[in-house]
């Protein structure tokens, strides 16, 4: 089969396309001719060097959608011929609280990803698709959607006819926390490096919108919009600094990423207005079914940014490390 491999540290443009075997599904596992995958930014930090326990050669990718060709033995949760879509969230454990930090881990690195024709994955990690959705659609989803569900819901508690400051809309999880937010009944305001990711976001429903490179006292503008209850963040740094000073006295502030790294945050506006700080990352089984539940009806569409063939994986990589999406890159697989 085709598949996308990192062989050695160094950026998007190290990732090649080889002739591997396809693997054989283990007890408990199934095979999935993989339809459509789509890039984390996760992707993109492994080609750089910029992830813990990377071994290479490897094939990356957290996210897919396919059909089952295959089961190892002892399945019986799902049959050959049934479309799936992949939860990259292996072992998560046992308590939907938190995962088990120490055996859990992602599809895509260490174990082969979704970035070939077929991919092995445990039984229990297979759901299954949405039926109003394409494979491309549907490839969109898992890492992003379930990162973001559970930031928003699960950790965040976010509740209809409160406000929510969406950091970055521009990036994959960020888009989903948008859509499930205005899904929700929510007012969203949100920020992005780009006044056409902007525009975009305010296409998909967001009440009020800043460009923070134009516009660098964009938390005290976001302050005269009304009451911040939430603030979704994964850009850290001095972002992070401004949104804590952007929410509500009572307000809450959910975290699951660092991209440009990290923050000095004054105690001082914590604990003077009472703030609840969470962190969150991926989610749990419980998560990941509720998350793909929102897509059912087909009312509820992920924002895809750009399909590309398998074959030009290392332009769709590039296009994440440049910034220039605005939501899902998606590689189609033949
Ligand atoms: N903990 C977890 O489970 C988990 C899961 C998924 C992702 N993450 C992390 O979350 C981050 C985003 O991941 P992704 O896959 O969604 O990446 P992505 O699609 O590449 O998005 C990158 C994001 O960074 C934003 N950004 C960059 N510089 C910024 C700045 N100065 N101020 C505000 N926003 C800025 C972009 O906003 P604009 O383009 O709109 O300007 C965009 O939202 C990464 O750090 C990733 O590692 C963590």
């Given at each position: 089969?085709?598949?996308?491999?990192?062989?050695?540290?160094?950026?998007?443009?190290?990732?090649?396309?080889?002739?591997?075997?396809?693997?054989?599904?283990?007890?408990?596992?199934?095979?999935?001719?993989?339809?459509?995958?789509?890039?984390?930014?996760?992707?993109?930090?492994?080609?750089?060097?910029?992830?813990?326990?990377?071994?290479?050669?490897?094939?990356?990718?957290?996210?897919?959608?396919?059909?089952?060709?295959?089961?190892?033995?002892?399945?019986?949760?799902?049959?050959?011929?049934?479309?799936?879509?992949?939860?990259?969230?292996?072992?998560?454990?046992?308590?939907?609280?938190?995962?088990?930090?120490?055996?859990?881990?992602?599809?895509?690195?260490?174990?082969?990803?979704?970035?070939?024709?077929?991919?092995?994955?445990?039984?229990?990690?297979?759901?299954?698709k949405p039926k109003a959705l394409?494979?491309?659609?549907?490839?969109?989803?898992?890492?992003?959607g379930l990162t973001a569900y559970?930031?928003?819901?699960?950790?965040?508690?976010?509740?209809?006819?409160?406000?929510?400051?969406?950091?970055?809309?521009?990036?994959?999880?960020?888009?989903?926390?948008?859509?499930?937010?205005?899904?929700?009944?929510?007012?969203?305001?949100?920020?992005?490096?780009?006044?056409?990711?902007?525009?975009?976001?305010?296409?998909?429903?967001?009440?009020?919108?800043?460009?923070?490179?134009?516009?660098?006292?964009?938390?005290?503008?976001?302050?005269?919009?009304?009451?911040?209850?939430?603030?979704?963040?994964?850009?850290?740094?001095?972002?992070?600094?401004?949104?804590?000073?952007?929410?509500?006295?009572?307000?809450?502030?959910?975290?699951?990423?660092?991209?440009?790294?990290?923050?000095?945050?004054?105690?001082?506006?914590?604990?003077?207005?009472?703030?609840?700080?969470?962190?969150?990352?991926?989610?749990?089984?419980?998560?990941?079914?509720?998350?793909?539940?929102?897509?059912?009806?087909?009312?509820?569409?992920?924002?895809?940014?750009?399909?590309?063939?398998?074959?030009?994986?290392?332009?769709?990589?590039?296009?994440?490390?440049?910034?220039?999406?605005?939501?899902?890159?998606?590689?189609?697989?033949?």
């Open positions: 089969m085709r598949a996308v491999r990192l062989h050695e540290i160094g950026g998007p443009q190290n990732l090649r396309i080889d002739e591997v075997p396809v693997p054989q599904p283990a007890a408990g596992e199934v095979l999935v001719r993989v339809r459509a995958a789509a890039f984390n930014h996760r992707d993109v930090f492994i080609t750089q060097g910029k992830y813990p326990g990377i071994a290479l050669p490897r094939i990356l990718g957290s996210d897919g959608a396919g059909d089952i060709t295959a089961l190892g033995d002892s399945v019986t949760s799902v049959a050959l011929g049934d479309d799936v879509v992949i939860d990259p969230m292996l072992d998560w454990g046992d308590d939907p609280h938190v995962w088990d930090a120490k055996n859990s881990s992602l599809l895509g690195m260490p174990r082969d990803g979704t970035f070939a024709q077929y991919v092995a994955v445990p039984a229990k990690n297979v759901y299954p394409s494979w491309e659609e549907a490839a969109a989803i898992p890492l992003a559970r930031a928003t819901f699960t950790r965040g508690a976010l509740k209809a006819g409160e406000t929510v400051l969406i950091t970055g809309v521009g990036g994959g999880v960020q888009t989903f926390v948008l859509l499930f937010a205005k899904h929700a009944g929510a007012r969203a305001i949100v920020t992005s490096g780009s006044d056409e990711k902007l525009a975009r976001a305010r296409e998909l429903g967001a009440d009020a919108a800043y460009n923070y490179k134009t516009t660098p006292d964009w938390h005290k503008q976001v302050r005269s919009e009304g009451p911040v209850d939430l603030v979704i963040d994964s850009t850290g740094g001095d972002t992070l600094v401004k949104a804590i000073g952007a929410v509500r006295p009572g307000g809450r502030v959910a975290i699951y990423g660092a991209t440009t790294g990290d923050a000095t945050i004054r105690p001082f506006d914590v604990f003077w207005k009472h703030l609840t700080i969470v962190g969150t990352s991926m989610g749990s089984p419980q998560d990941f079914e509720a998350m793909l539940a929102l897509f059912d009806d087909g009312k509820l569409r992920p924002a895809i940014d750009k399909v590309f063939p398998l074959s030009d994986a290392v332009a769709a990589a590039t296009r994440m490390d440049e910034a220039a999406q605005f939501g899902k890159i998606v590689l189609k697989i033949d």
